[in-house]
């Protein structure tokens, strides 16, 4: 009996103990799934602790609001009306539509892996870029549909692709070459405040990384026979001087210096026009009949000022064959001298008059010798040329001065092109200059720098550099928009190789240098603008290297490590 009673209690105890162990390890479950949700994002603040952030590393978003890990949380974000349909995210995490938008765990990410292994790596936190960039696309890393093939689909789905290219359309750039993204303006400014890039960053040819793989590398195909059947060709890098080439747009404009306004200098009305605008005009060719009853008072006066000088003029002849015989005294013959001087001048000035208001010599003979005075009369060309503008309407009437047609010079033009500030640093007066419109762009008409202006246009940055058309026989008309190309050669010698010889591998310029017909040894170079289809070798590359024209892409994926062929080529880094 006492036995039994024993037994007993010692299985109360037991259900007891049990029921606590249970208690506990539910507590201990429950409490590890809370550290579960909450420790989301584990950064190594040093070697001891950790900070606990949350965050999504994978989607980059807060954990608790992402919905791509968790879709049902899509219908709170739809309910309060953030939701991007276009790429299936909520507004207020789309990147794609807001690329400002941040949250404040990543500053907390960022400050807690400073200088330690993590999201920053010591790599990107002592070149200070740790942007969301991927520098060898040139698009953000994030969006990079060439290093993360994933994203494809949404961009499709967004009707944002360009086929051709295999790229988003916001990022193609062959198609679309003003794409900008926010990040490429602070690299920029990173790079201008770093001395050692002041004079080589240029938004074309990126700089060379001092340290990278291609230092040492050796490309060396498993036989001749393979680089053969390769399809690899080369070709001999040509030695020349160095030429430093502006391109810029411009504009053809008539030359102001050759160019007068017409105007009439009595108060006139516009009867009617007899030329239009494009003719070419001699001096003395009619060009419009006007209305004047000015006109009619200078005819008068031309007449009467005419017949006063023709008295004076025989008086005058009398009197100096009197003065010889003695019969007239000096003081009276040097009056009569007067009156002529006093006569013909009035006679000059009213006939200036009449051929400044637009009237010829041959008018005013033709007046003097019918003496018909009318208000209309034919209004001349002072000069011959091309009449470039009427600026006066029929029936307009036009105070005295007031222009009534642009004349200029058709031979003489002025090409303006707009630089921007560090290519006006290059240009100096009596500079020669190509310039070739954009219907034409092969047929190129010479030119010679007359003006830099001094100054830059406030809004855009830029400024004006005037050049005189010096070739004869060209088809420019004023108006025509083009580009100009202004080339300076310079005492050093540069090193010319195609275009396809040169490819970027991710931090350098490189060509590949065929050092035997199956080893190939990548060579670092410094490159700049060339003629046509040729690249300008500054440096790394002597005149008469062989270099690989066809096949090197080819030979750039070999030396991205990825593989083209079974064994058949490999890099042997040298030492």
Not at 280 to 307: C, F, N, W, Y
Request: aromatic share 6%.
């Amino acid at each position: 009996m006492i036995m039994k009673k024993r037994l007993w209690i010692a299985g109360i105890l037991l259900v007891i103990i049990s029921v606590a162990i249970t208690s506990v390890t539910l507590l201990g479950d429950s409490e590890t799934d809370k550290d579960e949700t909450a420790t989301l994002s584990i950064s190594p603040q040093s070697s001891n602790k950790a900070v606990v952030v949350d965050w999504c590393a994978e989607h980059s978003v807060p954990e608790s609001e992402c919905t791509q890990c968790d879709p049902s949380l899509i219908d709170k974000y739809k309910a309060a009306n953030d939701w991007c349909a276009g790429h299936a995210l909520p507004e207020s995490h789309c990147r794609l539509c807001n690329p400002e938008i941040t949250f404040p765990q990543e500053e907390l990410l960022a400050s807690a892996n400073a200088g330690h292994n993590g999201i920053a790596s010591p790599e990107k936190a002592q070149n200070n870029v740790d942007l969301d960039w991927c520098a060898e696309h040139s698009v953000p890393e994030s969006q990079c549909t060439q290093c993360n093939s994933s994203l494809i689909e949404q961009y499709k789905i967004a009707h944002d692709w360009c086929a051709p290219h295999a790229l988003p359309e916001s990022h193609c750039r062959l198609c679309n070459p003003e794409i900008a993204f926010p990040q490429e303006e602070t690299i920029r400014l990173r790079l201008a405040e770093s001395p050692e890039n002041e004079i080589k960053v240029t938004l074309f040819f990126r700089p060379n990384a001092d340290v990278c793989a291609t230092n040492g590398a050796l490309i060396q195909f498993v036989s001749s026979r393979t680089a053969e059947r390769s399809g690899i060709a080369v070709r001999r890098a040509l030695a020349a001087p160095y030429e430093s080439s502006i391109d810029a747009p411009a504009e053809i404009m008539f030359d102001e210096n050759s160019t007068s306004v017409i105007a009439s200098a009595v108060k006139v009305l516009v009867s009617r026009w007899l030329i239009s605008p494009g003719d070419i005009v001699a001096k003395g060719d009619p060009i419009a009949m006007l209305q004047s009853s000015e006109m009619a008072e200078l005819q008068a006066r031309l007449i009467s000022t005419h017949a006063e000088f023709m008295v004076q003029q025989k008086e005058l002849e009398r009197d100096e064959a009197l003065v010889s015989k003695k019969l007239v005294s000096e003081s009276e013959y040097e009056r009569r001298v007067a009156l002529h001087k006093k006569a013909q001048a009035e006679l000059t000035s009213v006939r200036g008059l009449l051929l400044s208001s637009g009237i010829s010599d041959a008018d005013i003979d033709d007046l003097l010798d019918k003496g018909t005075v009318t208000n209309e009369f034919v209004f001349r060309a002072p000069n011959s040329g091309l009449i470039a503008k009427r600026l006066a309407q029929v029936g307009e009437l036009l105070e005295d001065g007031q222009a009534l047609a642009i004349q200029t010079d058709p031979a003489s033009l002025w090409i303006e092109a707009h630089l921007t500030e560090d290519q006006m640093k290059h240009v100096f007066l009596g500079q020669d200059l190509l310039f070739a419109s954009d219907d034409r762009a092969l047929n190129r008409v010479g030119a010679k720098v007359i003006w830099v202006s001094p100054y830059l246009d406030s809004h855009t940055r830029t400024g004006v550099v005037r050049a005189q058309v010096v070739e004869n026989g060209h088809y420019l008309r004023a108006g025509e928009f083009g580009r100009v190309t202004i080339s300076e050669a310079l005492d050093i010698e540069s090193v010319l190789v195609p275009k396809d010889a040169v490819q970027w591998e991710g931090c350098c310029n490189v060509v590949f240098v065929r050092e035997a017909i199956d080893r190939f040894r990548p060579r670092k170079v410094q490159i700049a603008d060339g003629p046509g289809s040729y690249y300008q070798i500054t440096e790394g590359l002597l005149p008469g290297e062989e270099v690989v024209v066809e096949g090197s892409f080819l030979l750039k994926t070999e030396l991205k490590k990825t593989s083209i062929g079974a064994g058949c080529c490999g890099i042997e880094p040298v030492g």
